[in-house]
């Protein structure tokens, strides 16, 4: 497996810092069909079927995953000033 220098790491959050617009519209999207899933699985619990839970348990993980390097660079951005400091 191959690791991230500490130097890389701060340069690959500094790229994700500077585009906060970009961001944010990947945790709203992530976070928007993460909570479409969530819904699914509420409305469709009373049919029982195994393969759509399956299928919008999936969706939902997946969404959740798109949704986390977003938060990452929001919060890259926010802490910009103690991150970056040169």
């Known amino acids: 497996m ?3 220098s500490k130097h ?3 340069k690959k959050l500094e790229s994700m810092a500077e585009n906060p617009r970009e961001q944010l ?5 992530g976070t928007a069909i993460c909570f479409c899933s969530l819904l699914a ?3 469709t619990s009373s ?3 195994v393969w759509l839970f399956y299928l919008l348990s999936i969706i939902g ?3 959740i995953i ?3 390097p977003g938060y990452i660079g929001v919060w ?3 802490m910009k000033h103690v991150l970056f400091k040169k």
Do not use: D, F, P, Q
Not at 25 to 29: D, F, S, Y
């Open 66 to 68: 798109y949704a986390v």
């Open 47 to 49: 049919l029982e079927k």
């Open 2 to 4: 191959r690791y991230l």
């Open 76 to 78: 890259a951005w926010r």
């Open 41 to 43: 699985l509420i409305l």
């Open 8 to 10: 890389k790491l701060l």
């Open 61 to 63: 993980i997946s969404a």
């Open 25 to 29: 519209k990947r945790v709203a999207i």
